[in-house]
C-alpha cells in the first residue's frame, strides 16, 4: 500500500487535503485513544513523506530520487574535482532546472461558447484551478469554427505544482451553447423550421433567422412535407474551407381557431382533391 492509499487521498491531492486526511486518520488511530499503534505510524510516515514539497516529489519520481542522492555526495564530488573532471556540476545544474526533462502535469477544463460567436477568432478569460488549490485567471485566444467536443491545448500553462519543473499544459474541451430547435451533428447544424400547414400546400416565401444570426428570404416549395429537409449553402458551421450547409427541417403547425367560413373553405378544397 502506498503513502497515498494510506490517507486515502488521490496521488493529485492539494497540501489541504492531505493534511485534513492526516488529522482525521491520526485522530482515530492514535495509541492514547485505544487505535492500531503500527497503522498510527503508517499514518505518521506518509504525512511525513506527502507533506514536505521536495520528499513528496522524491517519492512519485523514485528516479530524480536516486539523482538527488548522487548530487548530494560531497565525496564524489570531490572524486570529480581531483581528477580534474568539471562536467559533472554543469550536467547536475541542468538537472536541477528539469529533472529528466519532467515537468508538472497537465490540467483540463471545459468552457462553453455562444454558437454565434463561432463565426471570428475571440479572446476568452478562463479560471484555471491548480494542484496547490490556486485559482488562476487566464486569457486565451479562442480559433474560430469550434463545434462541441473540440479540444486545446495551450503550452505552458497548466500545473506548477513542482517548483523547478517545467509547467504542464492546459487543455481546454469546447461546449457549445446552441438555441433551442438548433442540433449539431458532426460539421453539420440543423435547425427547425416550424411551417403553417397551408403555406407547406401552396408554398410560400419567408424571412429565416440562422443561429448565427443572419437573415435571409427562402422561398419554400409548395407540397412540402413533414420532416423534409432544406438546404442553404453557406450558412453553416465555419469549415477548413469555408462555410458549410445548414439544413431547415419541416416542422408543420396546424393552424387553430379557424372561422366557420374558413373551415368550409378549406372543406371545399379537401372534396375537391
Do not use: C, W
Not at 8 to 19: C, F, L, S
Not at 71 to 91: M, T
Request: charged share 25%; glycine share 8%.
Amino acid at each position: 500500500m502506498n503513502h497515498y492509499d494510506v490517507l486515502g487521498v488521490a496521488k493529485n491531492a492539494t497540501v489541504d487535503e492531505i493534511k485534513r486526511a492526516y488529522r482525521k486518520l491520526a485522530s482515530q488511530h492514535h495509541p492514547d485513544k485505544g487505535g492500531d499503534t503500527a497503522k498510527f505510524q503508517q499514518v505518521q510516515s506518509a504525512y511525513a513523506v506527502l507533506s514536505d514539497l521536495q520528499k513528496r516529489q522524491e517519492y512519485d519520481n523514485p528516479t530524480l530520487q536516486r539523482f538527488n542522492n548522487f548530487e548530494q555526495s560531497a565525496d564524489i564530488n570531490e572524486l570529480f574535482k581531483n581528477f580534474g573532471f568539471h562536467f559533472g556540476n554543469q550536467r547536475q545544474q541542468n538537472h536541477k532546472q528539469n529533472p529528466g526533462g519532467r515537468r508538472n502535469k497537465d490540467l483540463r477544463i471545459t468552457i462553453q461558447i455562444d454558437l454565434m460567436s463561432t463565426l471570428a477568432d475571440q479572446e476568452k478569460t478562463v479560471s484555471v484551478k491548480t494542484t496547490n488549490g490556486d485559482r488562476e485567471t487566464i486569457s486565451v485566444k479562442i480559433p474560430k469554427g469550434l463545434t462541441s467536443g473540440n479540444t486545446i491545448k495551450y503550452t505552458g500553462l497548466g500545473d506548477n505544482f513542482f517548483e523547478g519543473l517545467a509547467r504542464g499544459d492546459l487543455y481546454v474541451n469546447v461546449s457549445l451553447l446552441v438555441p433551442t430547435g438548433v442540433d449539431l451533428h458532426e460539421n453539420e447544424i440543423y435547425q427547425k423550421l416550424s411551417l403553417n400547414t397551408l403555406d407547406a400546400m401552396v408554398g410560400k416565401s419567408l424571412k429565416i433567422t440562422t443561429p448565427f444570426g443572419e437573415t435571409f428570404e427562402l422561398t419554400v416549395p409548395a407540397g412540402i412535407q413533414q420532416g423534409n429537409k432544406l438546404r442553404v449553402r453557406d450558412k453553416g458551421l465555419i469549415l477548413p474551407h469555408g462555410r458549410g450547409y445548414l439544413f431547415l427541417v419541416v416542422d408543420l403547425v396546424v393552424p387553430k381557431g379557424l372561422t366557420e367560413k374558413q373551415i368550409e373553405l378549406l372543406t371545399q378544397v379537401r372534396d375537391s382533391l
